[in-house]
């Protein structure tokens, strides 16, 4: 199925060219996004029921990423690696249980790219380094529908301001890396109906929670994966 074959694509286009307006269906305080500068930190550094980076296994892992590294560039490109190469991207490996909330994708070492965000954005925080939660708009075969949201992550470095990152796991055809300026990404934004979704969440979508607490495995969730509204490009 393609929500799966989508993966294996590896370009990546500038995200300043696809600022394109979106529609979310959901109950969410609008004025807890932002993707102006200077942002309210404040929202991207607390830790919260899925992303809780003041959990003490969350803490620890943290610590220990940071331990060395000099600069909020070195110690998010080592919360990055961790995520992206250690915990399983839970289709590529078909692993149970479903994970939402950091802490427990932490513990199982597996989650979709929604998850696998929650955990990134909490050792960040965790490490006081302000994260957030980005989205695209993806077909789910070669060319849709279905569409579906897939999940990444900004983070605010010093040096570069808001940098996305995306760290759902590496394979043959997807080559994610931490290269601060540049981004490189998953996947690219192809079809007229995919998206790049400009906003930076402080906490994940509600229709992402749903289809991660909603659902008992790996294969539920691949048939009910989140997707949103779009409003049509300005011309």
């Known amino acids: 199925m393609r929500a799966f074959s989508l993966f294996l694509r590896k370009e990546t286009l500038d995200f300043d060219l696809f600022r394109l307006e979106s ?14 500068f200077p942002p309210d930190f404040s929202i991207y550094l607390a830790s919260s029921i899925y992303i809780d980076s003041d959990h003490p296994a969350v803490r620890a892992r943290a610590a220990e990423l940071a331990a060395g590294a000099v600069g909020d560039a070195a110690i998010a490109a080592r919360c990055f690696a961790f995520v ?4 399983a991207h839970s289709w ?3 692993r ?4 939402c909330r950091a802490s427990d994708v932490l513990q199982h070492g597996t989650g979709y790219c929604y998850a696998k965000s929650h955990l990134l954005a909490a050792l960040l925080r965790a490490n006081g380094i302000p994260a957030g939660l ?3 708009r993806l077909a789910v075969g070669e060319a849709g529908p279905p569409f579906c949201l897939h999940g ?9 301001g808001w940098y996305r990152i995306d760290a759902r796991g590496n394979k043959p055809g997807v080559a994610a890396a931490f290269t601060p300026p540049q981004e490189q990404l998953a996947f690219p934004v192809l079809a007229p109906e995919e998206r790049d979704l400009p906003e930076i969440w402080p906490a994940p979508l509600p229709q992402v929670v749903a289809a991660l607490t909603g659902y008992a495995t790996v294969q539920e969730v691949a048939a009910h994966l989140p997707d949103i509204e779009l409003l049509p490009r300005h011309k």
């Open 23 to 36: 529609r979310i269906i959901f109950l969410h305080d609008l004025d807890a996004m932002s993707t102006d």
């Open 84 to 87: 992206r190469d250690e915990i």
């Open 92 to 94: 590529d490996y078909q």
């Open 96 to 99: 149970n249980p479903v994970t």
């Open 134 to 136: 980005c989205y695209q």
């Open 152 to 160: 990444l992550n900004a983070v605010y470095l010093q040096e570069f």
